[in-house]
């Protein structure tokens, strides 16, 4: 049974960089056909996107975010990664990663959520 | 970008009752839309993908149907365990986006 489970800070101050992992558990994170996201979900609201990212290295990111998000893989750790620099308050969210197979929105495995608060 | 509206935003229904809510997307999906059930403080669960397949596991009272450029998903007898909200996303184009949710209550 594949098992996701992100962890970071949960309080992040203004203008600093967010950072969170996810580990992956019950399945190898090179296993080919899998992509690996991130989605959030802001207090209250709907599910957004973020991005993802291929055992290989390949990325697609949310043009909205993408000119501060960097998520990247550790395939020895089997874990990936997201940073997201210069936060603001509209960054306060429930981060979630998940699997997604063949880039097709399949989200069929995905983390607990873990809120991250932006605030002084 | 595509954008997705959902409607209606809420509803409340009797157990046992049809529900149906609908999708609709800002530009042709084809049949790339799946729906995700979620109950308050988890993790989205995957229920139906390309429009009407049910995914492996997942109680044959909920479906999901396409007509033209219109999506439906339906639970067929209303349980206390589907409260929850229910949203629609696509993956027609990138980046996959998801509609706004609708509440299901029991009434």
């Known amino acids: 049974q594949v098992q996701l489970q992100e962890s970071g800070p949960g309080l992040v101050k203004p203008s600093q960089t967010l950072s969170l992992t996810c580990t992956v558990s019950?399945?190898?994170?090179?296993?080919?056909?899998?992509?690996w996201s991130w989605i959030r979900q802001h207090p209250g609201k709907g599910l957004e996107w973020i991005g993802y990212?291929?055992?290989?290295?390949?990325?697609y990111y949310s043009p909205s975010l993408k000119s501060r998000l960097i998520i990247s893989i550790d395939t020895s750790k089997n874990q990936f990664s997201l940073k997201l620099t210069s936060v603001t308050a509209a960054d306060t969210a429930v981060y979630y990663c998940?699997?997604?197979?063949?880039?097709?929105?399949?989200?069929?495995?995905w983390g607990q959520g873990t809120l991250v608060t932006v605030s002084s | 970008d595509i954008q997705m509206t959902q409607s209606p935003s809420s509803l409340s229904a009797s157990v046992g009752d049809r529900v149906t809510i609908t999708c609709q997307a800002s530009?042709?999906?084809?049949?790339?839309l799946n729906w995700y059930q979620q109950k308050p403080g988890k993790a989205p669960k995957l229920l139906i993908y390309d429009a009407s397949n049910l995914e492996t596991g997942v109680p044959s009272r909920f479906s999901g149907s396409v007509s033209g450029t219109d999506f439906s998903f339906t639970i067929s007898s209303l349980q206390p365990e589907d409260i929850a909200t229910y949203y629609c996303?696509?993956?027609?184009?990138?980046?996959?986006?998801f509609g706004p949710g609708t509440r299901v209550d029991i009434k």
């Open positions: 019950g399945g190898s994170i090179s296993s080919g056909g899998y992509y």
């Open positions: 996303q696509q993956y027609g184009n990138v980046p996959i986006s």
């Open positions: 530009q042709d999906i084809s049949n790339y």
């Open positions: 998940a699997r997604d197979l063949g880039a097709k929105g399949y989200f069929d495995y």
């Open positions: 990212i291929y055992y290989s290295g390949s990325t």
